[in-house]
């Protein structure tokens, strides 16, 4: 295992009691478990360029150690302008006549996800431009999809273990900004209507309460 390309978040440390592997050398009743979406929520699994995952001295995985984020293509926090507004609208304006699920926060405040969140590939056009944005044009990637906060609506603190890329297909207020943690202090991000923000992994970040419908298309960058 080379150190220098593991990505950890602060304050981690990387197990001395298991041995890390990538995925083809897991057993084939883990790599099944793997792929089962069942111990780890994220896609791309299976990928030999992201992971490491902790195996016991008898070669079977174990859940008693994080899997290892491999950090082959470290990348920053960025804003770019990536939509005009008129292009911005004419994508929300798609992305309105899909279906629509909801996931629940504090009550009766949630985030509103398209459906078929990343299963089914929609606004392909943007998502090239997105990834393409922050050079990631090449990289390994999810479906685009769209996230809707309805007034009331937050998100959470929270972190990734991947880069996350998002752009807004609404225009903003004052109210709901997306903020990142950065020593120990809360930092606003202010973007807007076609600006794209690059998020990377391990930073911790949260959306205040909005005040109004807010709509943002999202990408998770594998690595």
Not at 100 to 105: K, L
């Given at each position: 295992?080379?150190?220098?390309?593991?990505?950890?978040?602060?304050?981690?440390?990387?197990?001395?009691?298991?041995?890390?592997?990538?995925f083809a050398e897991l057993a084939a009743a883990d790599r099944?478990?793997?792929?089962?979406?069942?111990?780890?929520?994220?896609?791309?699994?299976?990928r030999e360029d992201c992971w490491l995952y902790p195996v016991r001295a008898d070669g079977r995985l174990t859940?008693?150690?994080?899997?290892?984020?491999?950090?082959?293509?470290?990348?920053?926090?960025r804003k770019v302008k990536l939509l005009a507004t008129a292009e911005a609208d004419a994508c929300l304006a798609q992305a309105r006549r899909w279906r629509?699920?909801?996931?629940?926060?504090s009550g009766a405040r949630e985030l509103k996800l398209s459906k078929g969140y990343y299963a089914v590939e929609r606004l392909s056009d943007l998502r090239a431009r997105l990834l393409r944005a922050f050079g990631a044009e090449a990289a390994p990637a999810t479906p685009l999809g769209v996230v809707w906060m309805p007034p009331g609506a937050y998100d959470k603190s929270h972190y990734h273990d991947t880069d996350v890329a998002v752009v807004a297909l609404s225009?903003?207020?004052?109210?709901?900004?997306?903020?990142?943690?950065?020593?120990?202090?809360?930092?606003?991000?202010?973007?807007?209507?076609?600006?794209?923000?690059?998020?990377?992994?391990y930073?911790?970040?949260?959306?205040?309460?909005?005040?109004?419908?807010?709509?943002?298309?999202?990408?998770t960058i594998l690595n």
């Open positions: 295992m080379q150190r220098a390309k593991i990505a950890l978040r602060e304050g981690w440390r990387i197990s001395a009691r298991f041995r890390y592997v990538r099944e478990f793997v792929l089962s979406g069942v111990p780890y929520r994220l896609v791309g699994h299976a859940l008693a150690a994080r899997r290892v984020r491999l950090d082959v293509h470290p990348r920053g926090l629509w699920e909801s996931w629940g926060h225009l903003r207020d004052s109210s709901g900004g997306l903020e990142i943690k950065r020593d120990g202090r809360w930092i606003e991000v202010p973007y807007d209507i076609g600006e794209a923000v690059l998020i990377p992994k930073i911790d970040h949260r959306v205040r309460p909005t005040r109004i419908d807010r709509f943002t298309a999202t990408v």
